[in-house]
């Protein structure tokens, strides 16, 4: 049973912190390449940040890099992503998405690829 289910979206002042949740059903969660990308209305999609849920190897879009963090709950099957010091060009949905790859091609550009996908969580930055 694949699911994923995103939370803790919102409207936030720039400087600001949000702090997204993932939860995923075990199934999902074990297919161990788990992510965030995110849309801006007429921009294509970008990867943010990837992590590998077996050894918690993480990788970051370069603009991500010092300001986000991904972060996995192995117990709990979630994924989080921290999002601190937050800018106005970082609205858009949130998207999180999980599928089996190698660690290697585990990181964030290839988020984009991965085949199971949430519906999003919306976030404003003001």
């Known amino acids: 049973h694949v699911q994923l289910v995103e939370s803790g979206g919102g409207s936030v002042q720039a400087g600001g912190s949000l702090r997204l949740t993932c939860r995923a059903s075990?199934?999902?969660?074990?297919?161990?390449?788990m992510g965030w990308f995110r849309q801006a209305p007429g921009m294509a999609p970008e990867g943010v940040a990837a992590?590998?849920?077996?050894?918690?190897?993480?990788r970051y879009g370069d603009f991500a890099k010092g300001r986000f963090t991904i972060s996995r709950d192995n117990v709990k099957n979630i994924v989080h992503l921290q999002m601190n010091d937050l800018k106005a060009e970082d609205s858009a949905m949130y998207y999180c998405?999980?599928?089996?790859?190698?660690?290697?091609?585990?990181?964030?550009?290839?988020?984009?690829?991965?085949?199971?996908r949430g519906q999003g969580t919306q976030v404003t930055v003001s």
């Open positions: 998405a999980a599928d089996r790859l190698r660690p290697a091609d585990c990181y964030s550009a290839t988020v984009l690829l991965l085949k199971y």
């Open positions: 992590i590998y849920t077996g050894d918690g190897r993480t």
């Open positions: 075990r199934y999902t969660y074990k297919r161990n390449c």
